[in-house]
């Protein structure tokens, strides 16, 4: 069955090289205005190889067929479900300290530093 897969995803790649080239009814192509403007000439790999490969790759991919190649996505680690916290004390001393300690801190600390009377001369 691989076989036959890999030798499918050979010839639709070498079609999709040799086979899909787009006809133009103008006398000059829109590749060859393309390829008239850049400096340095284009490679094959660049011009045929690449876009054909990701041609072939969607096309298998869009027909539920994965490449060889494809990564295979892992499943998320579900290891942590069903057991307890480390610290189960944690949340009970941190809703006090986060609601009213801190901001009774923050608070007082902002009322000293708002009223000090300390005027620099210039």
């Known amino acids: 069955m691989k076989f036959l897969a890999t030798l ?13 080239q787009p006809i133009s009814t103008s006398s000059v ?9 850049t400096e340095e000439p ?11 490969i990701a041609a072939t790759t969607g096309f298998l991919l869009s027909m539920g067929i994965d490449p060889a190649f494809a990564a295979k996505e892992l499943p998320p680690d579900t ?3 069903g057991k307890d916290f480390t610290a189960a004390y944690l949340p009970a001393i941190m809703v006090p300290l986060v609601g009213i300690v801190f901001p009774a801190f923050s608070m007082a600390l902002f009322f000293l530093y708002s009223q000090q009377d300390d005027v620099e001369s210039a």
């Open 29 to 37: 192509s829109r590749t060859q205005l393309m390829a008239a403007n």
């Open 79 to 81: 290891s942590y479900i």
């Open 8 to 20: 499918s995803v050979f010839v639709v790649a070498l079609q999709a090289v040799y086979g899909f």
């Open 42 to 52: 284009a490679s094959p790999l660049s011009n045929k190889v690449l876009p054909s």
